[in-house]
């Protein structure tokens, strides 16, 4: 602080650091919290010891949280409410990437960023599918590299015509196509019917859904999900987004998809209507900072 000399200091989430925080509030430097969330287990440890960080808390300047919850929770356990307000989300201000390339008709399926034993579980599943919903196609992208080979030799067991993106092929004239480029998944999100998202059917904690529902496509994953819980905890309070289990509710809920059209169409419309809400946090951290 010395050397830097700062106006403000912003710290991102929730850490609460107590020292540091008496420090910068002696020295009459702003500091804020901002996309601030505190997780039940936390906030239940927390609330114990309200004593100790009532004291803590009022040392910053703003506390910005996430959502309604997580503002009275920090509000609970000693945060100034003239001071404490919900922002938003700062992972929904993202853009759409344009998508430079088209892969060919059907409705696409597509199992993005997966790990071992998950494509074991998505493609015997979509074999199932693809007897009833012939216009369905698969769009696989491991996660890995190194695992191009492994999940080659997978799809290659269903005698279904597969091709590789890197080669340009298309589902014009195949059923199955594995994502070997890199980059192009965000943007091949544009195309999809609705999207898998894998790490999330082993222990990996699962991998951002917001990459597809910014396109207003719906999204299925695993209960491994410990990487975006607060997310998912906003999509699965609509249709935006659901939690299956295993391959059986897996298969169950893509076949409703595929199905219901006026189901499916209320997914599409609760990806829209959950961004809406969430977005414009930035704008209004930028607000507050150019207010102080």
């Not at 906003?234 to 289990?245: H, S």
Request: proline share 3%.
């Amino acid at each position: 602080m010395n050397k830097v000399n700062p106006k403000t200091i912003i710290v991102a989430e929730t850490e609460l650091w107590p020292n540091f925080a008496r420090l910068v509030k002696n020295r009459g430097i702003n500091l804020l919290i901002i996309n601030g969330r505190i997780s039940d287990r936390t906030y239940n440890s927390y609330k114990k010891l309200s004593f100790f960080f009532k004291p803590v808390l009022r040392n910053y300047t703003r506390i910005l949280t996430q959502s309604e919850q997580d503002n009275q929770k920090l509000i609970s356990i000693g945060a100034n409410p003239e001071t404490t307000t919900v922002m938003g989300n700062l992972k929904f201000d993202i853009s759409r990437k344009d998508c430079d390339f088209d892969l060919g008709q059907g409705r696409i399926i597509i199992a993005g960023s997966t790990h071992s034993t998950e494509d074991e579980l998505i493609i015997p599943v979509f074999e199932h599918i693809k007897k009833e919903f012939p216009d369905a196609k698969l769009l696989v992208a491991p996660r890995h590299p190194e695992r191009h080979e492994a999940v080659k030799k997978l799809i290659e067991k269903t005698g279904l015509k597969w091709g590789l993106r890197s080669k340009g092929d298309k589902f014009d004239d195949k059923e199955i196509i594995m994502l070997d480029t890199m980059g192009e998944l965000g943007k091949a999100y544009s195309l999809c019917h609705f999207a898998i998202m894998g790490g999330s059917f082993n222990k990996t904690g699962g991998h951002n859904p917001l990459e597809a529902t910014v396109f207003e496509k719906p999204v299925i994953s695993g209960k491994c999900i410990h990487n975006f819980k607060d997310i998912f905890a906003l999509l699965t309070q609509t249709n935006a987004a659901k939690l299956v289990a295993d391959a059986q509710e897996l298969e169950e809920y893509m076949r409703k998809l595929l199905s219901d059209r006026d189901f499916y169409n209320k997914c599409c419309e609760d990806c829209k209507n959950v961004f809406e809400a969430n977005q414009g946090a930035l704008d209004r951290v930028i607000e507050v900072i150019k207010e102080l």
